[in-house]
């Protein structure tokens, strides 16, 4: 088992190859080769490739429940943009009366707004150590709520997929009231430092991305472990075949509630590295449309492999970033016709086709 969790999956210790090689060399380009050089990698790529690795994390987060155990989330990136509101809070409360307005206690939001005091739900997130148990505790919570109720119902398919893209709807439509407290519309932003570290400085920047790295590393050998588990074999065992499972004696809604949940963590935490790095949290990332791109990612990557989620997460959003910059008005066409060819042609996605070539050579 142990040999097969570390050493029988060729396409993870490639990206674990290519992530312990981004970590030495991104670093080295961006502070050591001076910025006239044609080497020299610039803050902004920087940015850009630890919001990939987020986005990464997110995606075999999303296939850890749907590649092996069949749940279709269409509304993963509520759990996303809840750890990054965890992280964006503690941000908030660093800022003290470098703000705006000046006031030491409240956020420049909540001054503008007339608010007196702090909601009871800010305290604490002047702490670090509080605000990432928020980080794990705040996805975590809404999963288990949430997935408890709907295995417990028996939900699944289409209905459960539909019925996660109305969580993340109704919660986005929840974070756009001020009267939540959490910014509205423009949600939160203007943030100075994480841990005493200026969020502008070069070497801040690095540490995030190495970081997202570390955490891309670490959930993706949490997830391997869990699928090459016993644990994990019962899960493809409820993903093929969940009434044959349910009459043999397994309790398969505890097991689909415990993926479920520990899958919502991940993002979690994706969220929070994603936060600090691209300076803005809102409640746009609920949007549904971003969980159906997320979904996308893994089924163009490759569905049930892991590795191929984050490749897929790789892959579309450069191909967004390219796509925007070059020719935006027709992105959202190259997307859509990038699902239909993979779901057509390339049915495990870009893992499947390499596998099949190689096959062939």
Known sequence: MRRAWLFGDIGGRAMLSVLLLLAIIVPLLNLAVPADSALHLSTYWVTLLGKYLCYALLAIAIDLIWGYCGILSLGHTAFFALGGYAMGMYLM??????????????????????????????????HFWFAMLMVLVAPGI??????????????????????????????????????MGFGGNNGLTDFKELLGFDLQQDSTRIGLFLASVLALALGYLACRYIVTSRYGRVVAAIRDAESRARFIGYRVERFKLALF??????????????????????????????SIEAVVWVAVGGRGTLYGAALGAGIVNYSKTWFTAAMPEIWLYALGALFIVVTLFLPKGVVGLIARLRRKS
Do not use: C, H
């Open 261 to 290: 949940t520990f899958s919502a963590v991940l993002s979690g935490i994706a969220g929070a590295l994603y936060v600090p790095q691209v300076g803005i949290i809102n409640p746009g990332e609920f949007s549904p449309i971003n």
């Open 93 to 126: 409360r660093q800022i003290g009366d470098r703000g705006v307005y000046g006031n030491a206690e409240l956020p420049d939001f909540m001054v503008f707004l007339n608010w007196t005091e702090l909601p009871w739900y800010w305290y604490g997130f002047e």
């Open 142 to 179: 809404l999963a288990f709520a949430f997935g408890w109720l709907a295995f417990r119902s028996r939900v699944t398919g289409v209905y459960l997929s539909i019925i996660t893209q109305a969580l993340t709807y109704a919660l986005m439509l929840a974070f756009f009231r001020n009267e």
